[in-house]
């Protein structure tokens, strides 16, 4: 999850006050020109567009004026609006012309240093802040260098800058703790934004950041706490800002990126309150709260929101995904966890060779936005099928470090529990934590790490698969598997669906047959349950349990009740259908034409008549579900690699379950014949 973090005070640009002159004609509903605004009202139009936040109609009117590049109002009026609904780029264009026009008047200068600033032009900015001499504006000139250095990482730098403002000044010790936070001092930030609350009372950005501190600790409830009050405030005092309106089903307007709905912080607190959601596995929460945050176009979207909702629809709608972290890694800037989060997924699902590519063509992102760690772990996956002997020999170097952290750590606990510090040992516990957390996505040898993860679920998982993968061990392996299926029967549809099915195909193999059918009976129920409450909710979990099955029994030669649960898994087409689900399926109906095709089986007419009738069905409803998804569509921008996409782009004719089917039918037929 990628989340916006603390930013540093900068100052506010502000409205011009100026006198427009112009000839008098009558006054539309829209107007769309000062033309049309009647004389002696204009400068009273123009302000009432502003108090009721009409930036874009006031936009318009402006900029349909012949004289506005060289009107110093005009302009002025322009970068005000400009600013206000983020266009910040523009905003630095008409605060440039207004510079060339009046270059006396310093606050310009500091309006354009302030919209390059916002533009993320820091290096611009910090040039631009060189040129003002104003010593009334000095305390916003000093807030506005500070911020440039922390977003260019000058952390010594913007102390040096803190450290010359006011003490007593909320502002500073605001910035003080942003400064904490970055440094990793959760707690300290945390005390240190609740102070600046005591002074100011609520401030949704102050909220916000105290919230980011819990989150950091992990802390969830205050957090929460937090989140939920800016969220309350945000509904009860800007309702037209339409919170929850797109969860619930009703079309609703976009409403924009206003300066209203950045100081609302609602956008903020709705990715953290997905975060927070994710972090805890729910994820149709995690979900839900990226969509009660206000309604915005997707080119409207910020960079994190729209991290957020790739990371979140990645099971759903995989290719989308890929289009937006590609789309994301060519901003600048971009969320720090965008080009991590990419190769992860690459790998995850089998792209090596893009996550190869990747990393191998942006080592300069590489060495700022991951961590060695994950830098190693990605180097040994990208060498396991290449040279499995070297990646295994990596692995086990990456297990052997963090056994050593984990030992240290173990030791640090003790002492702090000896000592009785509470704090230490609150801290160092989340400090291992975390380590168990990467430790278990690189142990392979798990002898090795019985020692620290023997009640860690994920390592437990992991234990089960290799059992369950050597064949000869199934009852080993459902040993492993159970206390993670039963701890969540309640919710048995947040268990990964191939748990289940590797628990049920164990259960069959080891003649537990009445186990396995109450475990999918449940898987049912729920189901039935969750297409009630959302009928166009997909769910695949008994889908992908009957694949697992048939393709079972189709490896073991029973291809008449193998392929009958295929067809049984993949009912009703119209939400059990997927690239994925066909995947798995299509591979059984090929291993037995080739069967058939040998003459080592026969089968009967009417199992070759519902064979036929399940790919007409397969036909009708797949025509817009891809057979392969191409994580550099045509329709991306270009690949996030810098390379362009595949060398020949998937035919969209060909690459869709209705052309798979029909060929598979067309060989079926021939054998029948």
Not at 87 to 105: F, T
Not at 237 to 253: K, N, Q
Not at 434 to 456: D, G, P, Q, T
Request: charged letters at 25%.
């Amino acid at each position: 999850m990628a989340l916006p973090t603390g930013r540093l005070a900068t100052g506010t640009v502000r409205a011009a006050t100026g006198i427009f002159q112009a000839n008098s004609i009558g006054m539309g509903l829209v107007p769309t020109s000062l033309l049309q605004i009647p004389e002696g009202k204009i400068t009273a139009t123009i302000y009432s567009f502003i108090r009721d936040g009409r930036y874009q109609d006031l936009i318009k009117i402006l900029s349909n004026e012949s004289n506005a590049n060289k009107s110093r109002a005009a302009l002025s009026l322009l970068g005000y609006c400009y600013y206000q609904i983020q266009e910040y780029h523009n905003a630095v264009d008409c605060y440039e012309e207004l510079i060339k026009l009046e270059p006396d008047v310093p606050e310009y200068r500091l309006y354009f240093a302030q919209s390059l600033f916002k533009a993320g032009q820091y290096a611009a900015a910090q040039k631009a802040c060189a040129t003002i001499d104003h010593p009334p504006s000095a305390q916003e000139i000093l807030k506005l260098e500070a911020a440039i250095r922390y977003e260019l990482e000058d952390y010594a730098g913007c102390k040096l800058l803190i450290d010359q403002a006011p003490t007593d000044d909320p502002e500073t010790i605001a910035n003080q703790a942003c400064l904490m936070l970055k440094e990793g001092k959760y707690e300290e930030a945390c005390k240190m934004y609740t102070d600046v609350t005591k002074i100011v009372g609520f401030r949704a950005d102050i909220a916000y950041d105290t919230a980011l501190c819990y989150y950091y600790m992990r802390d969830y409830v205050p957090a929460l706490k937090n989140i939920a009050e800016i969220i309350e405030r945000g509904i009860r005092e800007h309702p037209e800002l339409s919170v929850g309106m797109a969860t619930e089903g009703i079309e609703v307007r976009s409403v924009g990126n206003s300066q209203l709905l950045h100081q609302t912080y609602l956008v903020e607190a709705f990715n953290l309150k997905a975060a927070i959601e994710y972090n805890l596995k729910n994820y149709d929460a995690a979900r839900e709260a990226l969509t009660d945050m206000p309604p915005r176009l997707e080119h409207e979207l910020d960079q994190v929101t729209l991290h957020n909702q790739a990371l979140m629809n990645m099971d759903q709608d995989p290719s989308s995904g890929f289009e937006k972290l590609g789309f994301l890694l060519q901003q600048s800037p971009c969320p720090q966890e965008t080009f991590g989060n990419l190769l992860l997924l690459y790998v995850k699902y089998d792209f090596l060779d893009s996550a190869a590519d990747l990393l191998a063509e942006n080592q300069h992102i590489a060495a700022t936005s991951i961590s060695p760690y994950l830098y190693d772990f990605l180097d040994a996956t990208l060498l396991k099928n290449s040279a499995p002997e070297e990646a295994y020999k990596k692995f086990d170097e990456l297990a052997d470090k963090h056994i050593d952290v984990l030992r240290k750590l173990t030791k640090q606990v003790q002492e702090a529990r000896s000592n009785h510090d509470e704090e230490t040992v609150k801290r160092v516990v989340l400090e291992y934590d975390e380590a168990v957390n990467s430790y278990n996505m690189v142990e392979k040898i798990f002898r090795k790490s019985v020692e620290f993860c023997n009640e860690h679920d994920l390592w437990k998982l992991n234990v089960a698969h290799v059992l369950f993968m050597q064949e000869n061990k199934y009852k080993e392996a459902i040993s492993f598997y159970e206390p993670t299926v039963k701890k969540q029967y309640d919710n048995i549809l947040e268990i990964p669906a191939i748990v289940l099915a590797n628990l049920c195909v164990a259960y069959i193999m080891t003649s537990q047959n009445e186990e396995a059918e109450d475990l999918m009976r449940r898987i049912e129920k729920e189901e039935e349950r969750v297409a009630y409450d959302d009928p166009n909710k997909r769910t695949y979990h008994l889908c992908i349990v009957n694949l697992v099955i048939g393709t079972l029994y189709c490896s073991k030669g029973n291809y008449e009740f193998g392929i009958s649960r295929i067809m049984k898994s993949l009912e009703p087409f119209n939400k059990k259908l997927g690239t994925d689900t066909w995947y798995y399926a299509k591979r059984c109906f090929a291993s037995l034409f080739e069967t058939l095709s040998k003459h080592m089986i026969i089968l009967k007419d009417s199992v070759f008549n519902e064979i036929l009738e399940f790919l007409d069905t397969c036909e009708l409803h797949g025509r817009n579900i891809p057979v392969v998804i191409d994580p550099f569509a045509p329709n991306a921008n270009q690949s996030p690699t810098g390379r362009g996409v595949y060398d020949t782009l998937l035919d969209d004719t060909a690459n869709n379950v209705s052309a798979e089917a029909r060929y598979l039918k067309s060989l079926f037929l021939k054998l029948y014949e």
